[in-house]
Antibody, heavy 121, light 107 residues
Framework: EVQLVQSGAVVKKPGESLKISCKGS????????IGWVRQMPGKGLEWMGI????????RYSPSLQGQVTISADKSINTAYLQWSSLKASDTAVYYC??????????????WGQGTLVTVSS | SYELTQPLSVSVALGQTARITCGGN??????VHWYQQKPGQAPVLAIY???NRPSGIPERFSGSNSGNTATLTITRAQAGDEADYYC??????????FGGGTKLTVL
């Protein structure tokens, strides 16, 4: 059974750093793209980027590139989303999602449970 | 950039048919996927590659895609179908694109 288990909710202050995680199991973690989706309070889904753990090939959403860092450790089947300096506008639920990709499309049949990040002074 | 347009809300009477649209320039040339999200829960894949249902999704859910509009159709709507629905495509330049989401209300 494919499972994605994310780290727990966090509360941080503006300017602090943060790294949240997503551990995959039940599939070949290294060989499937895994990505992150943001959902700000009361808003829709926003794709942030993906990584292929086997070679750390990373693609970022053009609107979010430079604001976050995506990484993965294939030895422990875990993907990460990292901020160096949080802002209040980073407050959101963050989902990891295993991407099913072909030559022509990608979608996700498996999602983590979400991690609520609250940034407040 | 590529944009997907969904109605903010759709209402349907219990037991009737709901249709949720997703508009995009020549979207018929792309493969469209649909997600259902209930309050406080992660999204669930409802339809993939235009008209395919994952295991566990009722046969009442179907999809179509042609021209500039893709449509998610839910027949015999039930109270449990109340949720936000998002369409999604993959674009070679900016990768995943989501529609803004549609809130389905079952009356």
């Amino acid at each position: 059974e494919v499972q994605l288990v994310q780290s727990g909710a966090v509360v941080k202050k503006p300017g602090e750093s943060l790294k949240i995680s997503c551990k995959g199991s039940g599939y070949s973690f290294a060989n499937d793209w895994i990505g992150w989706v943001r959902q700000m309070p009361g808003k829709g889904l926003e794709w942030m980027g993906i990584i292929l753990p086997v070679d750390s090939d990373i693609r970022y959403s053009p609107s979010l590139q430079g604001q976050v860092t995506i990484s993965a450790d294939k030895s422990i089947n875990t993907a990460y989303l990292q901020w160096s300096s949080l802002k209040a506008s980073d407050t959101a639920v963050y989902y990891c999602a295993r991407h099913d990709c072909s030559r022509t499309t990608c979608y996700s049949g498996y999602w983590g449970q979400g991690t609520l990040v609250t940034v407040s002074s | 950039s590529y944009e997907l347009t969904q109605p903010l809300s759709v209402s349907v009477a219990l037991g009737q048919t709901a249709r949720i649209t997703c508009g995009g320039n020549n979207i018929g040339s792309k493969e469209v996927h649909w997600y259902q999200q209930k309050p406080g829960q992660a999204p669930v894949l409802a339809i993939y590659r235009d008209n395919n249902r994952p295991s566990g999704i009722p046969e009442r859910f179907s999809g179509s895609n042609s021209g500039n509009t893709a449509t998610l159709t839910i027949t015999r709507a039930q109270a449990g179908d109340e949720a936000d629905y998002y369409c999604q495509v993959w674009d070679s330049n900016i990768h995943w694109v989501f529609g803004g989401g549609t809130k389905l209300t079952v009356l």
